[in-house]
């Protein structure tokens, strides 16, 4: 079991340069734990995709559904009382500290992307390459 920050997910399922990647990941841990921020982040990224032109509303929708689908019953809550002091503490937003709370509430690492995780969490978070290699 890992946690993944939305781009992970968005890599997941947005075709593009880090998708083997993420698929990777899911490949070798397909039990992927996500709070519940998750679907507000993912439905932005689909929505400022679709706005600069990189696939169209009706793409956009599908890859909605799709991710909905996958990781629906994924969705765990995540402390907010840690959440906040993470984000206080390690200065990243309360946003991406929901990823490292539930991460280690469940006692496992956190995967992203997300380079001010990676340098604020170096004990919980790690990278798609990292992860793959270890």
């Known amino acids: 079991m890992i946690v993944v920050d939305t781009n992970v997910v968005a890599y997941a399922l947005i075709e593009g340069t880090h998708t083997e990647l993420a698929r990777k990941v899911r490949e070798i841990d397909p039990e992927w734990r996500l709070p519940e921020l998750w679907q507000h982040e993912y ?4 929505a400022t995709y679709a706005k600069q032109g990189g696939v ?3 793409t956009a929708q599908r890859l909605w559904r799709e991710g909905v689908r996958l990781l629906a019953s994924a969705t765990r809550p ?3 009382v840690l959440s906040l002091e993470l984000a206080v503490e390690r200065g990243v937003s309360a946003y991406d500290a929901q990823f490292i709370a539930l991460a ?6 956190c995967v992203t992307e997300d380079r001010r995780l990676l340098r604020a969490f170096p004990a919980v978070a790690v990278s798609m390459s990292a992860f793959c290699r270890a």
């Open 104 to 109: 280690i509430s469940l006692g496992v690492p």
């Open 78 to 80: 995540a402390d907010m």
């Open 56 to 58: 169209p509303v009706r």
């Open 43 to 46: 439905l932005n990224i689909l």
